[in-house]
């Protein structure tokens, strides 16, 4: 049987989720997951939510400003589906903001309406031994609502950057994966400080200069934390400088 195009992908997607170098960077593994769903899955978005070391919901990294924005409003608000999803560590399937199913998100369902997004759903984030985390799928008046098989395509492309957090590890230790997403959330505060600074300097959207920031990093074999830090700090390589 001769596979698509497709399929070729999601083979290669999860080849980049599982094969990474023993010092990987574990943020930049979590926001590659949310940028291989949006480029697979018919949807307008993805984000990462986990728990921390008091099992606290935290927004991880999203696929865009927007994703970001909603999922941080999910924490304020304390309320939303993918905090449910991250708490439960169970799939959910896509549900609609609108009608009965936002009544269990009153608040939430309002806020992602007026950013144009029309359903969510979530695959939980696990190893073998417990969860800890989700990602989140947010689908667009633009998108489609994700399939049954769409589900099975984000879990396997969940399950595969679990693996890759255990890699070193027993996927039983929870402690070390708790550790590993701790110096994830870490490293969102200094990359979201990155993005400003660049976001000022160049006057570009944060979304345009994250973008900038990830292609630097990848063309020189940086770290992208590493890299956010320096710029945090005031210093901006002369090639993110430019117009």
Not at 10 to 30: C, G, M, N, Q, T
Not at 63 to 89: H, K, N, W, Y
Request: with cysteine; charged share 25%.
């Amino acid at each position: 049987m001769p596979a698509t195009e497709r399929e070729a992908r999601i083979a290669e997607a999860v080849r980049d989720l599982v094969h990474r170098s023993a010092d990987f960077d574990p943020l930049e593994l979590l926001h590659d997951l949310t940028e291989h769903a949006t480029a697979l899955l018919p949807v307008a978005g993805a984000g990462v939510t986990v728990l921390d070391d008091l099992g606290r919901v935290e927004y991880a990294t999203a696929s865009d400003e927007r994703c970001r924005r909603l999922e941080e409003v999910q924490i304020e608000l304390d309320e939303g589906p993918c905090l449910d999803a991250t708490r439960d560590g169970a799939a959910m399937a896509p549900a609609a903001l609108s009608g009965p199913t936002a009544m269990r998100w009153p608040r939430f369902a309002r806020r992602a309406r007026r950013a144009g997004i029309t359903a969510v759903a979530a695959v939980p984030l696990r190893t073998p031994g417990f969860t800890a985390g989700a990602l989140n799928l947010m689908s667009g008046r633009e998108t489609e609502i994700p399939t049954t098989n769409d589900l099975r395509i984000a879990q396997a492309l969940a399950d595969a950057t679990a693996a890759c957090f255990g890699h070193q590890h027993d996927l039983h230790d929870q402690a070390v994966l708790i550790q590993q997403l701790s110096t994830a959330l870490e490293s969102r505060l200094v990359i979201e400080q990155a993005k400003g600074v660049l976001s000022e300097r160049l006057r570009v959207s944060l979304d345009d200069a994250f973008g900038r920031l990830r292609a630097h990093a990848r063309a020189r074999q940086l770290k992208l934390t590493d890299l956010a830090a320096g710029v945090a700090q005031g210093t901006v390589p002369a090639e993110l400088s430019e117009p």
